[in-house]
């Protein structure tokens, strides 16, 4: 088993987008897109397909990808890939979000070179400058903080840092929800409970912190975006047709 496994959880329904995970207006199913990509990593061995739904599991097997059938009570991805890592024997496991079709692969081995470069770091992950089109105090765009060795020191749907006397001249770093887990601490941070900052925020990633675990961060400048929505699969498979991935107007 290689070093390095990808673990891509899906299920079959999403309340904004349902059966997401196997829209294929491109000829192919969106889940299967960002399995490609995260093939395409050079750190990255296998990739897995996990999920409760045989659909899911059919589509991957049929693309040459192994497939993992798990519980349907996960509540989020993180606890689905957990389940999944348990019987594997690998060092490092990667959670690429199956409605990811354009993530670069490059990204995916920043982040794992980040935690494989960070002994004493569980996860690692990827900030990116954000750009003139993105809006800093949009909540739905996660911002991070990070310390002199590139660890994240907190992460906020708010702001941060607050520039006090608007002296700062460097752009705020957008979280990627891009993990990369030491295959034994994903059973470990699976079975912690919520955590404060995390329940006010919403954001699963705080309970790492919270718990005085440290995550690595990789600063790289990201363009692709999650699909949450019929009207941005749409836009998707508009740029897939152009040959122009990732391309967001």
Not at 148 to 156: D, I, T
Request: some cysteine.
């Amino acid at each position: 088993m290689p070093g390095v496994v990808a673990v891509i959880p899906a299920r079959l329904e999403s309340t904004r987008f349902p059966r997401k995970s196997l829209a294929a207006e491109t000829g192919t199913p969106l889940i299967i897109h960002a399995a490609q990509q995260a093939a395409l990593a050079q750190r990255v061995g296998e990739v897995i397909v996990a999920s409760d739904a045989e659909e899911i599991l059919e589509a991957g097997r049929q693309h040459g990808f192994a497939a993992v059938e798990t519980r349907a009570d996960h509540l989020n991805g993180t606890s689905r890939i957990a389940e999944v890592a348990a019987d594997l024997d690998c060092d490092l496991v990667v959670n690429v979000q199956a409605d990811e079709p354009e993530i670069d692969p490059a990204v995916i081995d920043a982040a794992v070179e980040a935690l494989m470069d960070a002994p004493d770091c569980q996860v690692g992950t990827i900030a990116s400058p954000m750009g003139p089109h993105e809006d800093p105090t949009d909540p739905n765009l996660v911002k991070v903080v990070l310390d002199q060795s590139e660890r994240a020191l907190y992460f906020s749907r708010a702001l941060i840092p607050h520039d006090r006397d608007g002296t700062r001249t460097d752009p705020p770093l957008r979280h990627v929800g891009l993990y990369v887990y030491r295959r034994e601490f994903l059973g470990v941070y699976a079975a912690l409970p919520a955590t404060p900052a995390e329940t006010v925020e919403k954001l699963e990633q705080l309970r790492v912190l919270e718990n005085g675990h440290q995550i690595a961060v990789a600063i790289r400048t990201c363009h692709h975006q999650g699909i949450d929505t019929p009207e941005q699969y749409e836009a998707f498979v508009a740029r897939h047709a152009a040959g122009k991935p990732g391309v967001v107007d």
